[in-house]
């Protein structure tokens, strides 16, 4: 079997995994992102620096590591410089070993407006997308209307395109005043200009890239942006973004062949968090929510709202490994619970009355599901300083074991108890 490894968050995002991607950049050479876009917010902490990714693979802070951004992202380009001149200025190098698809679609910023347009136009019924133009970047790759970053070799191609494409953002528009945006084509031709000259260095065939590098024996990691239950069909439609989360987009979202992928981690947080609006039957609007909140630091890293919180739901769960089928589960922020007397699971939900223990597949259903819960003692002392499973307190062994259990048992590979990198117990091999 392939070497190669998906990292996908099992929840609503936001699960920690690119710790776990950094983590596993160790075993690989080349770090890829293939759906998503600048939505995404990625943070790592090594010793004393925190870095905080949207666009550019987290896997860029390991030296010699090379990163790719896939043809399924949505592309920001000021976003990825901005990154990329901050990654320099933190004196990490990304010279030859950062590529972007020539096939990724651009955002651009009638895309943003028009984000604000539909959210503003939902009113009470709106998404809370992260307002950064993702839902009508791709709404314009799937109409055929999109303009890709390969577009932008030839600038006079590039030039008719964006005039017609705007001409027809600005129709659809109306700001939250109820008025036209101001959109300033020029400025925007002018901006593109300059981002073209110092983008076109990073764009290349990624496909083809992967292809070889594989062929050479290099080992890939793909890297996951938001979550399974964010995944535009498998997720709680509409409270989605637009694109696939789930595993089987990294072959599409890369342009790699099935055969490529050996195994799929799934990251899962100790508890549950969403950000944006949808059913979420576990949610904590108690104080208890609001500690989770707190102590876990649960705002978001790309718009800084905060998180709803709740407990750990093992229905939407066991609904992950069924669609991506982890082979391994990382589990993420355990040490965020130390000080509660009891944590609760969510085993299955009543609906109507009725015992269900699969996840709904209508927004309905799961609006009217009532968590059911197994109690759980906590274990009451700080974890965050523990380094192998057999330093855990048997509350916080059982606690993962009663998770593993319920979740057809698919093995935690790793424990995380603090942010570091160092704060991370190893319990399974790969
Ligand atoms: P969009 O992706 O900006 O269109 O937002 C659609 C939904 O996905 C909203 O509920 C967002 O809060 C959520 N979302 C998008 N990206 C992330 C992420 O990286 N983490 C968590 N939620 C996200």
């Not at 651009?108 to 009113?123: I, M, Q, S, V």
């Not at 609906?351 to 223990?357: F, N, W």
């Not at 003692?377 to 993962?400: F, H, M, R, V």
């Amino acid at each position: 079997m392939a070497n190669n490894s998906i990292v996908i968050g099992a929840q609503w995002g936001d699960e920690g995994k690119a710790k776990v991607i950094d983590y596993l950049t160790e075993r690989a050479d080349v770090v890829v992102r293939f759906q998503g876009g600048s939505n995404a917010g990625h943070t790592v902490s090594v010793g004393d620096s925190k870095y905080v990714f949207h666009l550019v693979p987290s896997g860029i802070i390991n030296p010699g590591k090379i990163c790719v951004v896939g043809n399924g992202v949505v592309f920001d380009a000021e976003a990825f410089l901005e990154e990329v001149d901050e990654l320099v200025k933190a004196g990490v190098s990304v010279e030859g070993r950062l590529f972007v698809s020539d096939l990724a679609h651009l955002v651009l910023p009638y895309h943003k407006a028009l984000d604000a347009a539909f959210e503003f136009g939902l009113g009470a019924a709106k998404i809370g997308t992260t307002g950064r133009g993702i839902g009508p970047a791709y709404a314009d790759k799937v109409s055929r209307v999109g303009i890709r970053i390969g577009d932008l070799r030839d600038w006079n191609a590039f030039c008719r395109r964006f005039v017609e494409n705007i001409a027809s953002a600005v129709k659809r528009l109306t700001t939250p005043e109820g008025g036209v945006p101001d959109l300033d084509e020029d400025s925007i031709v002018d901006r593109c200009y300059k981002i073209r000259q110092r983008l076109l260095p990073f764009v290349k065939d990624t496909a083809y890239y992967l292809f070889e590098a594989e062929r050479s024996g290099k080992r890939l990691l793909f890297e996951g942006a938001q979550g399974t239950f964010l995944d535009v069909d498998h997720g709680t439609y509409p409270f989605v973004t637009s694109s696939n989360t789930t595993a089987g987009s990294a072959c599409s979202g890369a342009g790699v062949s099935p055969q490529t992928i050996g195994n799929c981690i799934g990251i899962v947080k100790a508890y549950t968090t969403r950000v944006g609006n949808g059913p979420f039957p576990t949610e904590l609007t108690d104080d208890t929510g609001f500690h989770l909140r707190a102590v876990g630091n649960e705002f978001g890293s790309t718009t800084g709202r905060p998180r709803r919180c709740g407990w750990f739901d093992s229905v939407m769960v066991r609904k992950a490994v069924q669609l991506n089928g982890f082979a391994r589960i990382a589990m993420t922020k355990l040490d965020v619970l130390n000080d509660l007397d009891e944590i609760k699971i969510c085993t299955k939900y009543e609906i109507d009355g009725k015992t269900v223990e699969q996840f709904p597949t209508t927004i309905q259903e799961l609006e009217r599901a009532k968590p059911v819960y197994e109690i759980m003692p906590g274990w009451k002392q700080d974890i965050s300083g523990c380094k192998k499973l057999s330093e855990l307190p048997t509350a916080a062994t059982n606690y993962i074991s009663k998770i593993q259990k319920l979740c057809y048992d698919v093995p935690v590979l790793l424990v995380s108890v603090g942010p570091d990198r160092e704060q991370t117990i190893e319990v399974a091999s790969l």
